[in-house]
């Protein structure tokens, strides 16, 4: 299950769904990394490490969304810059920055700035 909540209180500021496993994408990530082209025509790597916030999910629905609970998606994409994310990774705060809606299932790609829990 996947558990979307606004920090501040709203009414319609809820949501959660089934994730389908097989395709939801929970495991990608990237270090920082500072690439320099040096005067020899080597070049010098620098592993500034990692954070959660170098981290994104993309879930997708395992069962038909119904159009009532895909608009309170939506508004809370609309209407509120940061949710809470809870998903079997852990409880995260961060941005939906996509979200679409195909054939009744939905996509949303989910971007963390904290995580709190696993």
Same mark, same amino acid.
């Given at each position: 299950?996947?558990?979307?909540?606004?920090?501040?209180?709203?009414?319609?500021?809820?949501?959660?769904?089934?994730?389908?496993?097989?395709?939801?994408?929970?495991?990608?990530?990237?270090?920082?990394?500072?690439?320099?082209?040096?005067?020899?025509?080597?070049?010098?790597?620098?592993?500034? $490490?990692?954070?959660? #916030?170098?981290?994104?999910?993309?879930?997708?629905?395992?069962?038909? +969304? %119904?159009?009532?609970? /895909?608009?309170?998606?939506?508004?809370?994409?609309?209407?509120?810059?940061?949710?809470?994310?809870?998903?079997?990774? $852990?409880?995260?705060? #961060?941005?939906?920055?996509?979200?679409?809606?195909?054939?009744?299932? +939905? %996509?949303?790609?989910? /971007?963390?700035?904290?995580?709190?829990?696993?």
């Amino acid at each position: 299950m996947v558990h979307v909540q606004t920090t501040v209180y709203d009414s319609q500021g809820y949501f959660s769904m089934e994730e389908n496993r097989a395709e939801s994408i929970l495991q990608k990530a990237s270090v920082r990394l500072q690439r320099d082209k040096l005067l020899d025509g080597s070049t010098f790597l620098k592993n500034h $490490g990692y954070a959660e #916030g170098d981290r994104d999910f993309t879930f997708i629905s395992k069962n038909t +969304i %119904e159009n009532a609970q /895909v608009a309170v998606l939506w508004y809370i994409v609309k209407n509120h810059a940061q949710v809470m994310l809870s998903c079997r990774e $852990g409880l995260y705060l #961060g941005v939906i920055e996509r979200l679409s809606t195909d054939r009744g299932k +939905i %996509e949303f790609k989910f /971007v963390p700035d904290t995580k709190y829990s696993s």
